[in-house]
């Protein structure tokens, strides 16, 4: 049996980058921080991020049937914070976070390193959480990067030079 503690433990030694996934369910815009998100496939071009099974997140993924990725900067600190707070009301949830609406029609943050869009294609059932899985639709990148903001050691850290 293995130990959750030191699972944990080892587990945050892994950096990542942090992303904003969000959807549109309905009339409410639902977003959260997620460090679970990588590509899949090139061709053709998938994503793939995770979501707890009760978080409301992942309701209203299901039921939208597509979501946005942003790529958060370093100055997105304090986003990725507000948006991983758990029992944040939904509505007005994003009223203080610079946004705009992707082609798609997700919320997609502003000044993110890069947005892209996504069909969900499948969800997988893992533990307590659902691999969900995107082809993308849609997606955009700054000419010019600024330095990303990275997870590690169950804290926000930076890389100090443009990807």
């Keep these: ?29 639902h977003a959260m921080t997620a460090n679970s998100f990588t590509t899949v496939s090139l061709d053709p071009p998938l994503v793939l991020f995770c979501v707890e099974r009760d978080a409301r997140f992942h309701d209203a993924v299901v039921d939208s049937g597509s979501f946005g990725v942003s790529i958060l900067a370093a100055e997105h600190r304090r986003v990725a914070t507000w948006l991983s707070t758990p029992g944040r009301p939904l509505i007005g949830q994003l009223d203080t976070v610079p946004h705009e609406r992707g082609p798609g029609g997700s919320v997609l943050i502003s000044g993110a390193l890069g947005h892209l869009e996504a069909d969900v294609t499948a969800m997988h059932h893992a533990g307590d959480h659902s691999i969900v899985v995107g082809a993308v639709t849609h997606l955009d990148a700054p000419d010019e990067p600024t330095a990303a903001l990275l997870y590690v050691r169950s804290r926000y850290d930076t890389h100090p030079g443009a990807y």
């Design 1 to 29: 049996m293995v130990d959750i503690g030191a699972f944990k433990r080892v587990a945050a030694r892994y950096a990542t980058g942090v992303v904003v996934v969000s959807t549109r369910a309905g009339t409410h815009d």
